[in-house]
């Protein structure tokens, strides 16, 4: 089972909640968000991810997100 659908099974997606599964490098993840929110303030939320990205990667991810996003915030955890 992957996390996603393990997640889905205890938290429930709303109009201002969603968890979408996608490769998150190639960001067309960004297409299944409504346009609209991309102009909304948004917190993104990465648990358990930056840690297994190579850090060319993760540059990549940070520096892309304003193009997407007018105003973002994301919450993740390092070790």
Partial sequence: MKAIELRKKFYKQTANYKMIESN????????????????KPT?????GLFMYL???DNQHIFSSLPQ???DVDIIFDIF
Avoid at 43 to 47: C, G, N, R, T, Y
């Fill in 24 to 39: 998150v490098c190639n960001f067309t993840w960004i297409n299944k968000l409504d346009p609209e929110d991309l102009k």
């Fill in 43 to 47: 917190l993104l939320i990465a648990e």
């Fill in 54 to 56: 190579s850090k060319e």
């Fill in 68 to 70: 997407y996003f007018k």
